[in-house]
């Protein structure tokens, strides 16, 4: 008779799994940094409080706030991580990564091809991304596309705290520059978040619902978006499966052809725009291999072709929801 027993965990919302992923880290490895702005407690733990306690518990020479300058805080930890630290570097906004993408992609990302393999920058980029919280054009971007595609980087999404926890620390111990996008209305949903160490590999996307006449392939809080739409979609008779990719780069592309080669038909969801989003990559691929089996064209759904608005409804209808995924999938099944 087995013994096992099922990992010991407690409900937490995303920022705080986060922040546990940090302080273990940190805990764990001394040559764990943090750096940002308003990370240290002085000036208020971050703006999310993703690094509340942290500079408390490990001292401010390995918690510091930066002066506001993305080039800076990214340049300081590439140097940082070719000396032997394993620096988190927090971007506040995603969209702020525009001002590092010199130090991002032409030196963190290239390094280690350029040098032979003899320089690696095991950095982690934090950034805060994405729409819902009325923060207008400047502070609500999902660019992921823009990184995935730069050779040398990896791209890192979770859709649920236990997941924030465990990718988060595979960034932070992997040996080559990781993004790692936190999505800001995910900050707030409640999960269970496993007790001590906590690894999930980059690379295995999850299955979160199995089904036979869809594969709805997402990532991030559309994951969840996706799950309520699967279920609408059951009342009508359509069995979707549900695919959380978890990093796009590096991508389970395995995982995602045996899906969609069961099914016959994929739809790809992501908060980006639709127009040159990661899902015009991905369904690419699956076309590709899967050419001869789909039961029809691969759909894409994401948000509007337009920056994000700041006007509330304008907001909503700007991001596909529940009901957008809804009408996709069932145009994808009647094809």
């Known amino acids: 008779m087995s013994t096992a027993t099922e990992p010991q965990t407690v409900m937490l919302p995303m920022v705080a799994a986060i922040n546990r992923a940090i302080d273990e880290a940190m805990t764990k490895d001394p040559r764990v940094i943090v750096l940002g702005e308003d990370v240290a407690d002085s000036e208020g733990g971050g703006v999310y409080k993703a690094t509340m306690g942290l500079s408390t518990t490990h001292g401010t020479d390995r918690v510091r706030s930066t002066p506001i300058s993305e080039q800076a805080i990214v340049g300081a930890a590439i140097g940082a991580a070719i000396a032997g630290f394993r620096p988190i570097a927090e971007i506040m906004m995603f969209d702020f990564i525009a001002v590092a993408m010199d130090q991002v992609c032409n030196h963190a990302a290239k390094l280690r091809y350029m040098s032979g393999s003899q320089t690696a920058v095991p950095i982690t980029i934090r950034c805060s991304a994405g729409a819902g919280m009325q923060f207008g054009a400047q502070h609500s971007d999902m660019l992921e596309a823009w990184l995935c595609h730069v050779p040398g980087l ?87 499966e549900v695919l959380d990719l978890r990093s796009l780069v590096p991508l389970d592309l395995d995982r995602v052809l045996t899906s969609v080669a069961k099914t016959r038909r994929a739809l790809v969801v992501h908060e980006a725009v639709t127009r040159c989003g990661f899902g015009a990559e991905l369904s690419a691929q699956i076309t590709e291999h899967l050419f001869d089996s789909l039961a029809g064209p691969v759909a894409r759904l994401g948000a509007k072709n337009v920056p994000v608005p700041y006007s509330m409804p304008l907001e909503r209808a700007y991001l596909p929801g529940r009901a957008e995924i809804v009408d996709a999938a069932r145009r994808v099944v009647e094809h």
């Open 154 to 240: 990896k791209v890192v999404i979770p859709s649920n705290p236990a997941d924030a926890k465990g990718l988060l620390t595979s960034c932070i111990f992997d040996e080559d520059p990781c993004v790692f996008v936190e999505q800001t209305m995910s900050y707030f949903l409640p999960g269970p978040v496993p007790v001590g160490e906590h690894v999930v590999p980059l690379g295995q996307a999850a299955v979160r619902r199995e089904g036979t006449d869809l594969t709805i392939v997402s990532y991030g809080r559309q994951v969840n978006d996706c799950l309520r739409a699967s279920d609408a979609l059951a009342q009508d008779g359509i069995e979707a």
